[in-house]
């Protein structure tokens, strides 16, 4: 009736759900907060901390996992405070079905417009850019692409100029590497700096800089320790 799905993962693997990880955070927190310096007796905690998470409202969604699940909110401890009527009325399994596609459908507008909010945000600081099979990069190294025992932090992080073979799509490319350079050949747009023909040596000895707009700011600040300690050192 409320059309129920089940989505799987793969087995041993919860890393591919990421709202499981969320929620094992968030009941980490909470444990850690009841249990105290009595670190040993979380598993009576537990069935708190559960109740607690459940019965809080989400600031994405706007309600809360028990409004989500089952379209009304459980009893507190302050709410069995007065007897209960034995007249209460229940509803009919229409009315809480409605009910409860209602709440789905407010959490999916709630998320969505969240969505957008972020997208908006990291799309300020996105920079879209495309290359086309010959086209000449500079190709930054992360630290996983270096072998074990190579990685140095004063490594230099970008090599180039490399030629690009593939375009595998716009995310993704396949490079030209030297022989001598053992790591995949492919690499993510956001690992790619456009190159713009040749350059000068002062251009050539600035090749750690992830950013171009790095070197920029470089000189920048040189020209300034310069005007302000010319003559003193």
């Not at 969320?22 to 009576?44: M, T």
């Not at 086309?132 to 630290?143: C, H, S």
């Amino acid at each position: 009736m409320v059309n129920t799905q089940l989505k799987f993962s793969s087995a041993y693997h919860p890393q591919t759900d990421g709202q499981t990880e969320v929620v094992n955070r968030s009941l980490g927190n909470l444990l850690r907060s009841l249990v105290g310096e009595n670190v040993r007796s979380w598993d009576f905690k537990l069935s708190q901390a559960e109740f607690a998470h459940n019965h809080a409202v989400n600031r994405s969604t706007g309600f809360s996992p028990f409004q989500v699940v089952y379209s009304v909110l459980p009893r507190g401890h302050l709410d069995l405070l007065p007897v209960p009527s034995k007249t209460r009325w229940h509803g009919k399994a229409e009315d809480f079905v409605r009910g409860l596609q209602e709440i789905h459908q407010s959490v999916k507008d709630n998320l969505q417009k969240v969505a957008d909010k972020y997208k908006q945000y990291t799309d300020r600081k996105k920079r879209h850019v495309e290359f086309e099979v010959g086209d000449f990069v500079w190709a930054v190294l992360t630290k996983d692409r270096f072998p074990v025992g190579d990685y140095n932090k004063l490594s230099v992080r970008k090599i180039g100029p490399v030629e690009v073979l593939e375009k595998i799509n716009p995310n993704a490319y396949r490079l030209k590497l030297s022989s001598h350079i053992r790591t995949a050949d492919v690499f993510n747009v956001k690992h790619l700096v456009p190159y713009y023909g040749d350059t000068s040596d002062d251009d050539n000895s600035m090749v750690n800089s992830v950013h171009p707009e790095e070197n920029d700011e470089v000189q920048e600040l040189a020209c300034k320790f310069l005007e302000k300690y010319d003559g003193k050192i």
